[in-house]
């Protein structure tokens, strides 16, 4: 390979970099208006009013194991991106008995999976994320009422056929 076609190379792989860069949440800046965050991200998953300001979702779910907030002040400026399928944000901020489904929706957007089972009278909305690289699922219970009962968190098991 001649330092031309290296060079070239080089470059390509700078601009892979780059474009691969302007879709991650956690590199915006506050302040960013949000006309330049969807024009960087795209359009969210999902939007939510909030008493100061508004949320932009992006999540990756059901497939993806991450779900951005980003959080708007009244004038359209972004104020925090925060990733939200993490074990600590989990545990310091689902209030079990507290917390109802348009919570969860308006905190962790869309789950992976929703089922039932026999021994809970509700839905079990499950979300898939990862803990020091290893792959888990967090599952919400919510009653029939619509109120958060439970909140379990398992080892996901991906049989090696099935990894990317």
Request: proline content about 5%; aromatic content about 8%.
């Amino acid at each position: 390979m001649n330092l031309s076609s290296a060079l070239r190379c080089l470059c390509l792989l700078a601009l892979v970099w780059l474009a691969g860069c302007a879709g991650m949440p956690e590199r915006l800046q506050a302040g960013t208006p949000r006309a330049q965050v969807i024009d960087q991200l795209g359009p969210p998953s999902a939007e939510y009013a909030l008493a100061d300001g508004a949320r932009l979702q992006y999540s990756r779910q059901p497939l993806g194991r991450q779900v951005y907030n980003l959080d708007f002040d009244t004038n359209g400026r972004l104020r925090s991106v925060v990733q939200v399928l993490d074990i600590n944000w989990m545990l310091k901020n689902i209030a079990v008995d507290r917390w109802t489904r348009d919570d969860v929706l308006r905190h962790l957007g869309r789950p992976a999976l929703v089922e039932r089972v026999a021994r809970f009278d509700g839905d079990i909305w499950t979300y898939r994320f990862s803990e020091n690289n290893n792959d888990r699922l967090a599952h919400v219970h919510i009653d029939r009422a619509g109120v958060v009962r439970k909140l379990i968190f398992l080892d996901e098991h991906i049989p090696p056929s099935d990894r990317l």
